[in-house]
């Protein structure tokens, strides 16, 4: 009997030992359990959100990147609009400041033609009157006016 009694011995202990297992060891362990599981699950939700956030900061960076490109485009296409326009102003005022200047020398041009004229009829008209003089000083003859004609025309 001695085996049977050995056998409830040990079934009471065994028992006993559940017991105090479900009741102190069983409970903290459970614990810890959950909490890892939940632990798990926060990191695992905490991925898929911050995957989600990723994809839709990337997202928004792809569209302000493309804003970015279009509004540099438009400022290029401005950029080279202002340059032509700067271009042809000043195109206009070269061909303004050349007429101008085209204008101002023809004026000064014909200023010293006229000037030039003027001149010409004064020496001109003084040696019309220095051959006339000389003429009248001389006795009328063919052969002396016809010289002096000729040193006239030599001097003109």
Do not use: C, Y
Request: glycine share 4%.
């Amino acid at each position: 009997m001695n085996l049977n009694l050995t056998l409830f011995a040990q079934a009471v202990v065994f028992l006993a030992f559940i017991g105090f297992t479900i009741k102190f060891v069983w409970p903290p362990m459970l614990r810890a359990i959950e909490a890892r599981q939940k632990n798990v699950a926060d990191g695992l939700a905490a991925a898929d959100q911050g995957r989600k956030s990723l994809e839709s900061s990337a997202k928004v960076a792809a569209d302000e990147i493309q804003a970015a490109r279009t509004r540099a485009a438009e400022i290029l296409g401005q950029a080279e609009k202002r340059a032509s326009q700067m271009i042809e102003t000043a195109k206009a005022a070269a061909k303004e400041e050349s007429g101008r200047e085209k204008a101002a020398a023809k004026a000064e041009i014909e200023q010293d033609v006229s000037r030039a004229r003027e001149t010409l009829r004064e020496q001109v008209a003084s040696l019309a009157v220095a051959g006339a003089e000389k003429i009248l000083r001389r006795e009328v003859n063919a052969q002396s006016h016809a010289e002096l004609l000729q040193q006239l025309k030599k001097e003109l």
